[in-house]
């Protein structure tokens, strides 16, 4: 059976975003970010500027644009976790699994092509400052996820859990909001818990970074990265008891 239109046209539009990227990117490590024109990626991607911008609004999501796939991820852990499995017990084993499999998105990747990314990422302000957008659509859809399982809507706790305990005051309506009682308060600790875990893991793969990037190998620095991400996550299952 033949590839529908609509299939087809989808399959083009990510070859045309992985071209523009995988130049742009090219273009950036070898001359650096601010000496790269728009023009100059532009042609390199044998695209004109105004289909370039159309897929690219600004000059630093072609270079974070191998972060678009791992916007949602921690989500996607969260939703694909085996019935009855707290959601920080499978975050805590895919980033483990991702240190093992030495994924760059942990940090510990020592490949000289994905170092150079990292130095450039890192030593970018601009850079920088345009991952915390990413980082902030990593929090929402994670929150998201982690509401479902605070409300009881699947195997995770149930409400009265991730609300509160019962034994302290509440600043929440006597006879709540219009979304019922308790569901402001559910929102905003899928919220906070999202922040916490998402910064937690962007912290524990840039200390994995700066250990490669000072010269130690991936494989030395295993050991110590393990031992970080179930330190660290034994001190978000702390503070964050109904999702662990």
């Not at 707290?86 to 170092?115: K, M, N, S, Y």
């Not at 309506?173 to 875990?197: E, F, K, V, Y």
């Amino acid at each position: 059976m033949s590839e529908s239109p609509s299939g087809l046209r989808e399959r083009k539009r990510q070859r045309t975003y992985q071209a523009i990227s995988d130049a742009a990117v090219s273009l950036f490590l070898a001359k650096g970010f601010d000496a790269v024109s728009v023009s100059e990626i532009a042609d390199a991607a044998e695209v004109s500027k105004p289909t370039l911008f159309r897929y690219f609004p600004a000059k630093e999501d072609m270079a974070l644009h191998r972060f678009a796939d791992h916007e949602d991820e921690a989500a996607r852990v969260v939703a694909a976790r085996a019935p009855g499995a707290a959601p920080l017990g499978a975050l805590e084993a895919h980033f483990l699994a991702g240190l093992d499999a030495r994924d760059p998105v942990t940090g510990l990747c020592d490949d000289p092509e994905v170092l150079a990314f990292h130095r450039l990422l890192y030593g970018t302000p601009s850079l920088v400052a345009r991952l915390h957008s990413y980082t902030a659509r990593s929090e929402a859809a994670l929150a998201a996820e982690l509401a479902g399982a605070a409300d009881g809507s699947d195997d995770g706790p149930s409400n009265g859990s991730a609300d509160s305990s019962g034994d302290g005051p509440s600043d929440e309506p006597a006879h709540g909001s219009a979304h019922g009682s308790g569901t402001g308060r559910a929102a905003l600790t899928a919220r906070l818990a999202a922040g916490q875990i998402i910064t937690t893991q962007r912290v524990l793969a840039l200390e994995n970074w700066r250990r490669v990037s000072r010269g130690a190998s991936a494989e030395r620095c295993l050991v110590t990265a393990r031992a970080d991400a179930v330190h660290a996550f034994a001190l978000l299952r702390t503070g964050l008891a109904p999702y662990a």
